[in-house]
């Protein structure tokens, strides 16, 4: 049999001309990324105890993104600690509260089709939209990566999941996660990789794709990934990368059999994942009418650019509902530049959001934005899982930026759609 793209690409880390699901393999790491919530703080006393130093400075990349900016005394020395540990270990990749990991590391040409990258962070899978294997680690396995260069890995299995035709108005990436969730559950993909295809992934914008590789993680996923192709390629040029460094990468091209799973995306309508698991999803009707206390545009899920363009085309000439915070917390701050230079973030500010820093912040509990008991929130994040955006009473519903957007202006869970009549690339 053809070798999955997955497999094409764990081979080559390993030295092996081919390998086989279920195989364990020890694979060379091409990149390394960790951020401050499990990074130098859980992993630095353990080089320490082993004696060890980093294996290649020139392929370790640091981001600070939970405990920023610092709102207490111990969020603060997290974020010292992770400094003076980059500065100590000689990082030359390191980034400082510029935005959320998953979303910095593409914007800066770091993933490209063919690399085998280790992350520290479940969503680790966003990286694989850019045609590349990686996957998410634990501290222990961190260390050990930075130590050695190396890690251990069970060859995965790949799930097929093809989506022909084409997205409609109103809907996007998200709601096709969030139908996937649903349909499939929680741990659908569990120890295997989502490999996404079709028609309506090969129209999708790189910002898109991410969004699909980023919510795998929901299905169980080691990874998800896309083969790379003109879009990709298009992405990186944009992101700095030299023409004579960008390569097609491992598309696995001989490898289609037929999908596991099959969705069409012009049967699409706006989801809405009710609490307590993304895989609550369903069409919005289900949920109409659900009244929100807060509105939350944030997240490596929901918070990139063509997502804040996506709340700006609703909101555009109207007003957020009396009683109905509605927060913005732009993934980077290249993000929060490009906004305001084409006026995506004017028309935010005018339909009464507030902006908030870059950084994962109320969609993981941390900084402004968490909720109080008993209170609502409808959220472009991946997981509203109970307690996770504040106390254990609060709730939280999963949806597009278009339909928090609705949401926000109807201050109850609303359908994007009628809003969008008329507007312009809608």
Known sequence: MTATLAEQIIA??????????????????????????????????????????????????????????????????????????????????????????????????????????????????????????????????????????ETWIRVPGTMRIEWSGRVGSGVCAKDMMLLACGRLGMGAARNRVVEFTGPAVRTLAMDERMTLCNMAAELGAMSGMIAADEITAQALRDAGVAADEIRAGDDGSGARPAPDVSFDAGDLVPQVAAPHSPANAGDVAGHAGTAVNQAYIGACTGAKLDDLRMAARVLEGRRVAPGVRLLVAPASTRITAAAAADGILAILSEAGAKLLPSGCGACAGFGAGVLADGETCIATTARNFKGRMGAPGSRVYLASPYTVAASAVAGVIADPRPMLEGAADA
Request: charged letters at 20%; a negative charge.
């Open 12 to 149: 080559r880390a390993a030295g092996r001309d081919r390998v086989a699901p279920g195989e364990i393999v020890t694979c060379r790491v091409d990149l390394a990324m960790m951020h401050d919530s499990g990074g130098p703080r859980r992993i630095a006393p353990i080089l320490e105890d082993l004696g060890c130093t980093v294996w290649d400075r020139d392929k370790v990349v640091v981001v600070t993104d939970h405990f920023v900016p610092a709102v207490d005394a111990e969020s603060a020395a997290i974020g010292k600690l992770t400094r003076d540990w980059v500065a100590g270990a000689g990082i030359k990749r390191f980034h400082d509260m510029e935005g959320i990991c998953h979303v910095v590391l593409p914007e800066y040409g770091l993933l490209r089709p063919g690399m085998f990258v280790a992350g520290g962070d479940s969503h680790s899978t966003t990286g694989g939209a850019f045609g590349c294997f990686m996957f998410g680690v634990g501290a222990t396995d961190m260390a050990a990566i930075l130590a050695t260069g």
